[in-house]
C-alpha cells in the first residue's frame, strides 16, 4: 500500500530556530511536494521537487528551503523559524506528471503542526 | 491564472441523506483534472474522486459522485447516503494537464458535520 511518512505528527520550536521536517515516501514516486494549510486557505504550495536534486519553488517559498538528496526523501527546512509559520505541513507525492501521471492522485503524509512560539 | 472556489465553508446533512458540496474552478488549460480529497479530524488526506475535463461520462466512486458541469466550471462532489464517519473536511483540486506542470491548487474546503 501506498505510504507517505512524515517525521512528527506534532512539533513545538522557538523563535529564531532551524527547523527540520522530514518526509518519506516508499512508492518510488518522481514528484513530492510539501503545503502548508491554513484555515480559510486551504493547501499552499510551498516547495515541489520532480527529480532528485531538483527543487521548484511554489506559491509561498519565503522563510523556507528544500532538500531531496535521495528519491524516497524530501526536507523542508524553516531556515530561521518565526511564528507566523505555525502552521499544519502536509507533505505529498504523486507520479510523473505528463501523461497518464496527470491524472494520478498526491498521496499525503499524516501532517505535522508545527507551533513556533 | 487558475482557481478553485468552494463557496460553503461548513454543510451540515441528516445521516442517510445525499450532500452536495460545490466548487468551481477558472482555468486557461484546454485540459486538466479535477480531484477531491477527505482529510478526517486526523489530518490526513484522502483521494476520493477524479474527473478528467475530456471524460465523458461523471465519475463515480461507491457513494461519491462528481456533478461535472464544463460550461459552468464546476465540479461538485455528491455524497449518497451520509454516514457519520463522513464528518470531515473536502478539498476540490485541479492540475492543468498541458501548462499546469506539476502544480495542483486547492480550495479553501468545506467542513461537513453529519448528524446522527
Known amino acids: 500500500d501506498v505510504k507517505v511518512t512524515q517525521s512528527s505528527r506534532y512539533l513545538v520550536k522557538r523563535t529564531g530556530e532551524k527547523v527540520f521536517l522530514e518526509c518519506v515516501q516508499d512508492?518510488?514516486?518522481?514528484?513530492m511536494f510539501w503545503y502548508r494549510q491554513d484555515p480559510g486557505l486551504g493547501l499552499r504550495l510551498i516547495y515541489f521537487s520532480y527529480d532528485v536534486k531538483m527543487k521548484e519553488k511554489g506559491d509561498i517559498p519565503e522563510g523556507y528551503s528544500v532538500s531531496r538528496e535521495k528519491k524516497e526523501r524530501f526536507s523542508l527546512i524553516l531556515e530561521s523559524a518565526s511564528t507566523n509559520q505555525t502552521s499544519m505541513y502536509l507533505c505529498a507525492s504523486s507520479q510523473i506528471s505528463s501523461g497518464q501521471g496527470a491524472q494520478q492522485p498526491q498521496h499525503f503524509g499524516d501532517g505535522t503542526r508545527l507551533s513556533i512560539l | 491564472a487558475q482557481k478553485i472556489t468552494q463557496t460553503q465553508p461548513g454543510m451540515f446533512v441528516q445521516e442517510k441523506e445525499a450532500v452536495t458540496l460545490d466548487c468551481t474552478y477558472d482555468t486557461s488549460d484546454p485540459s486538466y483534472g479535477l480531484f477531491w480529497y477527505k482529510q478526517p479530524s486526523s489530518g490526513e488526506m484522502i483521494f476520493l474522486i477524479y474527473q478528467g475535463s475530456y471524460d465523458q461520462q461523471n465519475a463515480t466512486e461507491g457513494r461519491y459522485s462528481l456533478n461535472f458541469q464544463k460550461a459552468r466550471k464546476s465540479a461538485n462532489l455528491v455524497i449518497s447516503a451520509s454516514q457519520l464517519g463522513d464528518s470531515a473536511m473536502y478539498f476540490c483540486a485541479m492540475r492543468g494537464l498541458n501548462t499546469g506542470g506539476f502544480k495542483t491548487i486547492f480550495g479553501a474546503g468545506t467542513r461537513l458535520f453529519v448528524k446522527a
Open positions: 512508492m518510488d514516486h518522481e514528484n
